[in-house]
C-alpha cells in the first residue's frame, strides 16, 4: 500500500498483471478515471468486471491524485485481477485521465466507464455488436439516474422531468421501446468505439473540465457521423448529493457547454438558451425599469409555476415521500448555476454568435461567423 493515499510513481502498480498480459490479445480496453472514489470504486468495479463478454478485457483506471483509500483500493483489485492496471494522471482532470488510458490501451474496442455509475452486464457487447454493423462509430446507452441521498434522489427524480432533461435524448424517460435505437446530438453519455476512431480524432480535448463528451461529439458531428443511443446500454447513473456541489456541477456545465457552442456551433440547441434567460429574466426583476420589472416578475412567477408541477408529477416515482419537496430547489439550483456558466463562458470564450445565429434559422449568417477548424489539445495522449 501507498502513503497518503497515493500510488506509485510508476505508470501501473501491477506488474504481475503486465506479465500475466504477456501474449494476450486485448479486445477491449475499458477507460476509468477516478478520484477520491473509496466510498463506491469496489463495487463500481465488481460492475465492470461482470461484463458478459467473449472476448478479452483490461480495465485501465486512472487516477488523478486522490487523497484518500482509492489507491489502495485499486491496488488491492489490480493484484486480485490481472486484467485491471492502475495509471497515473498528473494533470488530474477527466479529460487528460481518459486520454492516459487511451495511450496505454491495447485493445481494437475502447469503452469509457465511470465511477459513479453502474453498467449493465453487456453493455460492452452490445456496444461492439453494434460498432460492428456499421454506420456509426460511437454507440452510447441512455442514462438511468439513480439517487442515493435525499439531494441525491432528489436530483434523480429532476431529471425525469422535462425541465430536468432540457432537450436532450441521453436521459432514460421510458419513451423508447425495450432493444431499440435513436440517434444522438452532441448530448450523450460515454460510449464504446474502436480504439483507432479516437486516436484519428485525437482523443478527448483537456481544455475541457466538462462537457468533454460533447466536444468530441462536436467534431464527429461536423464529418457527418452517426451517434447511436441504444436503450440495452442503458446504466445507472448517481447524482451528486450535495447542494453545493449540484451548483458547482452545473455551473462548469453550462460554462463549457458554451465555449462548446463557441468551437461547435452546430452543436447548440434552442433548449441551451433557457438557463441563461432565466438568470437574466431574475436580473431584470429585481434592476430593470420598473415596466420590464414587472414583466420579468410575471415570468418568474409562471417558471415558479412549473417547478412545483414538476415536482407534483415526480411524486409517483419517488421512493420517498419527502424526496420530491426538494425538487423545486434542485431544478432551480440547475438552472440558475447552469445559465450563470453559459453567461460566464459568454464573457470568457466570447459569445456564441455562429450557434446564435444558426439557432435563429440564420444559417448563412452562421456559415460566416463560423470558426476555423482548431487542434485537439490532448498532451496526456502520449504513452511513457
Known amino acids: 500500500m501507498y502513503p497518503e493515499g497515493r500510488c506509485a510513481d510508476g505508470v501501473s502498480v501491477n506488474t504481475e498483471a503486465d506479465v500475466a498480459k504477456d501474449g494476450d490479445i486485448i479486445d477491449c480496453s475499458v477507460l476509468v478515471p477516478v478520484l477520491n472514489e473509496e466510498r463506491q470504486i469496489a463495487s463500481c468495479v465488481a460492475a465492470m468486471r461482470a461484463q458478459r463478454f467473449s472476448g478479452q478485457l483490461e480495465f485501465l483506471l486512472v487516477d488523478g491524485g486522490s487523497a484518500d483509500r482509492t489507491c489502495e483500493i485499486l491496488s488491492q483489485l489490480a493484484h486480485e485481477d490481472p486484467r485491471i492496471r492502475v495509471l497515473q494522471n498528473p494533470r488530474r482532470t477527466t479529460p487528460s485521465g481518459l486520454n492516459v488510458a487511451l495511450a496505454h490501451a491495447s485493445g481494437r474496442w475502447v469503452a469509457r466507464m465511470d465511477a459513479h455509475t453502474w453498467y449493465p452486464e453487456d453493455y460492452i457487447a452490445l456496444g461492439i455488436e453494434r460498432l460492428a454493423r456499421g454506420d456509426t462509430r460511437w454507440v452510447s446507452g441512455p442514462a438511468t439516474p439513480a439517487g442515493r441521498g435525499a439531494v441525491s434522489r432528489a436530483v434523480a427524480l429532476a431529471l425525469r422531468t422535462r425541465l430536468g432533461r432540457g432537450g436532450s435524448q441521453k436521459w432514460a424517460d421510458g419513451r423508447m421501446p425495450a432493444n431499440s435505437e435513436r440517434e444522438l446530438d452532441s448530448g450523450l453519455f460515454a460510449g464504446v468505439w474502436e480504439r483507432s476512431t479516437l486516436l484519428e480524432y485525437g482523443g478527448w480535448d483537456e481544455g475541457w473540465l466538462r462537457n468533454q463528451d460533447s466536444e468530441m461529439a462536436g467534431r464527429f458531428l461536423a464529418r457527418g457521423e452517426r451517434l ?79 417547478l412545483l408541477a414538476a415536482a407534483w408529477r ?71
Open 314 to 384: 415526480s411524486a409517483e416515482a419517488a421512493e420517498h415521500p419527502a424526496d420530491p419537496m426538494l425538487v423545486p430547489a434542485v431544478l432551480a439550483i440547475m438552472h440558475v448555476a447552469h445559465g450563470a456558466g453559459a453567461l460566464r463562458g459568454a464573457v470568457c470564450n466570447g459569445p456564441p454568435l455562429a450557434a446564435l445565429a444558426r439557432v435563429a434559422g440564420m444559417r448563412g449568417l452562421a456559415a460566416r461567423l463560423a470558426p476555423p477548424p482548431q487542434r485537439v489539445f490532448a498532451p496526456s495522449l502520449v504513452a511513457d
Open 228 to 306: 447511436i443511443c441504444l436503450t440495452g446500454m442503458a446504466a445507472w447513473y448517481t447524482p451528486r448529493n450535495s447542494l453545493t456541489s449540484l451548483f458547482r456541477q452545473y455551473f462548469q456545465y453550462g460554462e463549457y457547454r458554451e465555449k462548446t457552442a463557441v468551437r461547435h456551433p452546430h452543436t447548440m440547441r434552442r433548449s441551451h438558451l433557457l438557463a441563461p434567460a432565466v438568470v437574466v429574466t431574475m436580473g431584470a426583476a429585481a434592476t430593470a425599469p420598473r415596466r420590464l420589472r414587472s414583466i420579468a416578475r410575471g415570468a418568474l412567477a409562471t417558471y415558479g409555476a412549473a
